[in-house]
């Protein structure tokens, strides 16, 4: 059981380009989030998605898309990536009627 | 707007005992989380107050008054791995999705 796992671990990107960050859980969970950190601040909500198919706009949505593939995956799209991008990517997901979120590794994405 | 506000920083030494304040100002309240973060890590859930009154979970409890905005996280006997970063979040909707909004965090540094 490995929980939240995320992919890739670090990037490095160049102003413009594109990438998508991956994220799976195992634990069947319905509800699915992705976040971003960044230094000396609280994690801000870009996109969630409460089951398989649908998917909502949180605090910071500009500038990524999202994919919710199936039950397990939920990744997140730099169409064009800018260096106000540079943060750190957590993904998370909770089981319907419990509070607890369980979050990923992180990914550690700077854009030059 | 919305907004929680809690100490930047908090020193102390081990084995003692500290508190770490959260208010929080947001267009909706359904409960107050906590979460840690060791440096590098994920954010990893600590404890939920939906009502008023004190919840406790081992060495570590957690305080909520509605009433003030506020509540706060207790943890006793402090251990050197107590070390890290305490975020509060609030669900501020009350619908299936768990939207949290978390303040800056707390970075706590235990010394000998």
């Known amino acids: 059981n490995a929980g939240v796992t995320q992919t890739p671990k670090f990037q490095v990107l160049k102003t413009g380009q594109s990438m998508t960050l991956q994220c799976a859980q195992d634990m069947n969970h319905n509800s699915m989030y992705w976040y971003r950190q960044d230094p000396g601040m609280g994690l801000r909500l870009i996109y969630y998605?409460?089951?398989?198919?649908?998917?909502d706009k949180g605090e910071v949505p500009n500038g990524y898309n999202v994919s919710r593939l199936n039950k397990r995956e939920f990744s997140l799209r730099l169409e064009s990536a800018a260096p106000s991008q540079t943060s750190v990517y957590f993904c998370a997901s909770r089981e319907s009627g419990l509070l607890t979120q369980y979050f990923g590794p992180g990914t550690r994405l700077t854009v030059l | 707007g919305q907004s929680l506000e809690q100490p930047s920083e908090v020193t102390a030494v081990e084995g003692a005992i500290v508190q770490i304040n959260c208010t929080y100002q947001?267009?909706?309240?359904?409960?107050l989380s906590w979460y840690q973060q060791h440096d590098g890590g994920a954010p990893t859930f600590l404890s939920y107050?939906?009502?008023?009154g004190l919840e406790e979970t081992g060495r570590f409890s957690s305080f909520l008054s509605r009433s003030d905005s506020y509540g706060y996280l207790l943890l006793q006997e402090l251990q050197m791995k107590d070390s890290a970063s305490y975020f509060c979040?609030?669900?501020?909707?009350?619908?299936?999705?768990?939207?949290?909004?978390f303040g800056a965090g707390t970075r706590l540094a235990v010394h000998p």
């Open positions: 998605s409460a089951s398989e198919g649908t998917t």
């Open positions: 947001t267009s909706g309240f359904y409960g």
């Open positions: 979040a609030v669900r501020d909707n009350p619908g299936g999705y768990n939207k949290l909004i």
């Open positions: 107050n939906a009502l008023d």
